[in-house]
């Protein structure tokens, strides 16, 4: 008699009863937590001092996650969500929370998450900055949207992806976005699906820039000339600089119309009291948020008090971000980036401000930086990585010995990491703060300021 394989049901993802939780804190990514039977509990959606009915999906030895049934007993800080898409999108994770309980939450996670994971001794009130904060909405100058073809309907979505998931959300407007682009949001939607390829469109990438708003649509085929006049109608109708992207990453320009020797406009903004402009090119990496990006900047340059004759590094330079306004205080500024094509931008954003006393290098950050000609001696550095954070930059902290060092990170678990390594170096936290870089998300952005004693 044959037999057949039968998979036994995975304990660890069924579902319990329903249960009642009191909820004491947040973790750092925003979920609840709470205690049952020894076990810690993680909520999404819930505020510390509520009560809440919850159903467990998945259980571990000394951990469960569980998901919001319904709130018992409210916290004083709990706020009806702003966007209609909250439910759904998979963004702004927080918007049930007061704004300010947002930021009293993400400084303390920041603080303890240092404390805890790099050794250091507990972190006194008088280091810790004042938060970067700005507007709570519409804040964001860039944001890219989703597109997911029906077959069956023959439509376009266009949206954000659900939480945890490659589900389209179709949003019609984005409270976070800034004001001229959300509003881009459903007329574009509506534009998209008049194309005649619209089964070829891949995402489109919507940018505020100080020289007017952007839209790069990806494309995966040529498309025909209707629907090339279509969108440049579109365009202009709108005053929006759209461009096309292929699968090369080469860039057409649609709108306004260029003349033979024009090259694709690029979008800029400014730095440094308009001082310095910094231009990039769609798709790289830029803040989103205009504003705390100066605060930010300026607050570094403040800390790391860049004098005459010093010779700066910053590391993970991007574009120029920092290292442009840095070369105005007179220092040698040496920056160095990973993605080639953005070091090829920052040289010439330093040639178009006129800035011969900063110097950009390619080169991996991760690897080997043994034979780099760059790397030697500095008075100071600076950091700005990506979320893996900087863990093999600092193992040359002793060939650079820098007096300062001033890291900024998006990922608190990397930073307090890296902050290990250079507390073991000699080196001692004397200024750590907030950078509400998003609001409305549990992302936390955060500044610190190393010195060497």
Known sequence: MAQFFQAKPNKSKQLSAKLSLSVTQLDHLGAGIAQHQGKVVFIPGVLPGETATVQFVEQKKSYAKAKLIAIDLASADRVKPHCPHYHQCGGCDLQHMDINAQRDHKQ?????????LSSAEAIDAD???KPIVGDAWHYRRRARLATLFDKNTRRLQLGFRAGNSNKIVSIEQCPVLAES????????????????AKSSLGHVELTQADNGNFAVLRVTKVLPASDIRWLTGFAEKHQLHFLLQDDEGQLTQLYPLLQADDEVTLPYYHLAQESVRCSFTPGNFVQINE?????????????????????ILDLFCGVGNFSLPLALKAAE??????????VQQAKQNAVDNQLDNVSFYHADL?????TQTWLGKIDKLLLDPARAGAFESLQWLQKMQPKKVVYVSCNPASLARDSSVLLANGYQITQVGLVDMFPQTHHIEAMVLFELQ
């Open 108 to 116: 303390a996670a920041l603080v303890d998450l240092i404390s805890k």
């Open 127 to 129: 280091i810790i900055a």
């Open 181 to 196: 682009l959300s509003a881009l949001i459903t007329p574009l939607a509506v534009n998209l699906n008049q194309l005649k």
């Open 291 to 311: 504003v705390i990006n100066q605060a930010m900047v300026d607050q570094a340059i403040k800390w790391l008090e860049p004098q005459a004759g010093e010779r």
């Open 333 to 342: 500024v040496i920056a160095v980036e990973g993605v080639p094509e953005m």
């Open 366 to 370: 991760s690897a080997d930086l043994s």
